[in-house]
């Protein structure tokens, strides 16, 4: 019997999270994602000023009982806390296989302007100044991450071109692929 898998699909604000479950929807349809945004922009029409925080305690409620009960579950997160990292340890005593899917950028910069189209395009906003310290902070927890994964996967999100693979890790072999670009801690 396989055992129940947490998936977390992370990066800082505006690298393609939810553009990759969407784009990739076939793999990730079998599981529910917990999507904070998602999440958010159904509670914004009930309270809007407090649904950020509103989503975020509902994600996090919704994947303490997927661990609790055993079951799959994928989750969408900056990574730029600690909360996610502790989950995965939790997850892991739980007989949880963890995997990682992480998507960087080369630079903020690319993250700001994709978050300024999607405003433009209806979507939600994140502030500047949140974004910045997310994006540091998001790279500063990746190794522990890495370390804390049974399989992690590597993507840079940096052009048009779209998603391309810089990585595949697990214990029994690690797969690069060229170029490495420099947010991946080698």
Not at 47 to 66: E, G, K
Not at 74 to 99: C, P
Not at 110 to 134: F, S
């Amino acid at each position: 019997m396989k055992p129940p898998r947490l998936t977390i699909i992370a990066g800082a604000n505006g690298c393609g999270k939810t553009t990759l479950t969407r784009w990739d929807w076939k793999t990730f349809a079998s599981i529910p994602i917990l999507d904070p945004d998602a999440i958010g922009k159904t509670l914004q029409s009930t309270v809007p000023s407090t649904f950020p925080i509103a989503s975020a305690r509902h994600v996090l409620n919704a994947a303490r009982q997927h661990v609790s009960r055993a079951e799959s579950f994928a989750i969408e997160t900056t990574l730029s806390g600690h909360t996610y990292l502790r989950m995965m340890v939790h997850a892991r005593i739980r007989g949880f296989e963890v995997v990682l899917v992480y998507i960087g950028t080369v630079n903020v910069e690319i993250n700001l302007a994709r978050i300024r189209n999607r405003v433009l395009a209806g979507g939600h906003d994140v502030p500047e100044i949140d974004v910045r310290r997310r994006y540091k902070r998001s790279f500063e927890n990746l190794p522990t991450a890495i370390q804390r994964a049974d399989h992690t996967i590597l993507f840079d999100n940096s052009t048009d071109e779209g998603y391309r693979l810089v990585a595949v890790l697990s214990p029994s072999e690690s797969r690069w692929f060229k170029p490495t670009p420099d947010w991946v801690p080698v």
